[in-house]
């Protein structure tokens, strides 16, 4: 018998890729269209594992742009065929794929009922870092594990992730983060998300509701007990380089203007320059976390306004919460929660339009309400 031989999967083996995935799968599977897309798509990497001229299991992985981060979207080994360390196989070679991709951590969920997939995953040093309630199509939890390939220790996931309802509150659902880190859990509800929006934002957008700028964001973290701290590159009235629309830039520079007036009026710390990544660190490391603003193009490919909470530091990358997860390429909460960003990208990715904007929100860490 020849060994076992892992490589990348091809076009040509769709129809023994599909074969295996609804054999493997009883709901949840991946669709013919799909391997296509995966296979090609240079976010994804699709494994192989083939003996005796057939393939005997394969492994999908998922790297986020810009992040450091991997996750294995799935793993499947012929039923007939398990037991023969293929698996095993397969889980090397997706974390190998993983670090000849520069990333640090691997990332999955596993059905919770699936005990010899669990296995599979503690015995190669994966650590539980949650479970999902009826994550998959037939109600099932979800467990989701993680390990740290290469480095130091990543952050402790002191600061609970949300993500954002809808396509304009990423603003809102990092102030409810770290509401939720510094004052109640309670906050992390879409009603609060929706207020805490209502309440900051000035943000026209091209069509439909508009977002948040950090003036808005202070005065309402406050308002709602944190202690917030404002950083911003100009003094000029913000994300007014497109807007044509006289009315429009109106309203902006009005809500804006108001938004100063109220920041001034509470006392909250206002400096009017860029910050840098050792003002960050130092400020992650005295517990606090950050609202960063960071272009929606290099972080989506969209040219608006985003914002992340960054909320760790391991020496090497900073780690935010993106409250955008893009669910219509496959991507979960552990796709988008506590993201190492590597210095350099964090640094590029932390500007905003042509003046390259740099703006953040600080909050200062408070020891929560009993």
């Given at each position: 018998m020849s060994a076992?031989?892992?490589?990348?999967?091809?076009?040509?083996?769709?129809?023994?890729?599909?074969?295996i995935e609804n054999a493997v799968f009883a709901s949840d599977r991946i669709s013919r269209r799909s391997f296509r897309t995966l296979i090609d798509r240079?976010?994804?990497?699709?494994?192989?594992?083939?003996?005796?001229?057939?393939?005997?299991g394969y492994a999908m992985i998922l790297f986020r742009a810009g992040a450091a981060l991997a996750r294995l979207y799935s793993l499947a080994v012929v039923p007939g065929q398990v037991g023969k360390g293929y698996g095993r196989a397969l889980l090397a070679a997706a974390e190998k794929a993983a670090m000849d991709h520069d990333r640090i951590l691997l990332r999955l969920e596993v059905r919770e009922d699936n005990a010899s997939a669990i296995a599979l995953y503690k015995n190669a040093a994966y650590r539980r870092i949650g479970r999902v309630a009826d994550y998959y199509a037939d109600g099932m939890a979800a467990l989701r594990f993680e390990k740290l390939l290469r480095g130091r220790d990543t952050p402790s996931g002191s600061t609970p992730f949300y993500e954002q309802s809808t396509d304009f509150t990423c603003g809102a659902a990092c102030l409810l983060m770290a509401l939720a880190r510094f004052r109640s859990p309670e906050f992390l509800d879409p009603v609060w998300e929706i207020r805490l929006w209502r309440e900051a934002t000035t943000v026209f957008m091209l069509s439909g509701p508009g977002g948040c700028e950090p003036f808005g964001l202070a005065m309402v973290a406050r308002e709602h007990g944190?202690?917030?701290?404002?950083?911003?590159?100009?003094?000029?009235?913000?994300?007014?380089e497109t807007v044509r629309d006289p009315e429009k830039r109106r309203v902006m520079e009005l809500a804006q203007t108001d938004f100063r007036a109220r920041v001034t009026s509470a006392g909250t710390p206002v400096h009017l320059e860029a910050f840098t990544l050792d003002w960050l660190r130092a400020r992650l490391a005295d517990?606090?976390?950050?609202?960063?603003?960071?272009?929606?193009?290099?972080?989506?490919?969209?040219?608006?306004p985003h914002w992340v909470l960054a909320h760790g530091d391991d020496g090497r990358h900073i780690f935010v919460h993106d409250p955008w997860v893009e669910d219509e390429v496959g991507e979960t909460v552990a796709d988008a929660a506590n993201i190492p960003v590597p210095y350099a990208v964090f640094d590029r990715i932390a500007r905003f339009g042509r003046s390259g904007l740099r703006a953040a929100v600080l909050i200062k860490g408070?020891?929560?309400h009993v």
């Open positions: 076992p031989r892992i490589r990348p999967a091809v076009i040509s083996d769709i129809d023994a890729l599909e074969t240079p976010t994804a990497e699709t494994i192989v594992i083939e003996a005796e001229g057939e393939l005997r944190l202690e917030p701290e404002v950083w911003c590159s100009t003094e000029d009235m913000l994300f007014l517990g606090h976390v950050a609202i960063i603003l960071v272009s929606g193009y290099l972080m989506m490919g969209k040219k608006v408070k020891a929560p």
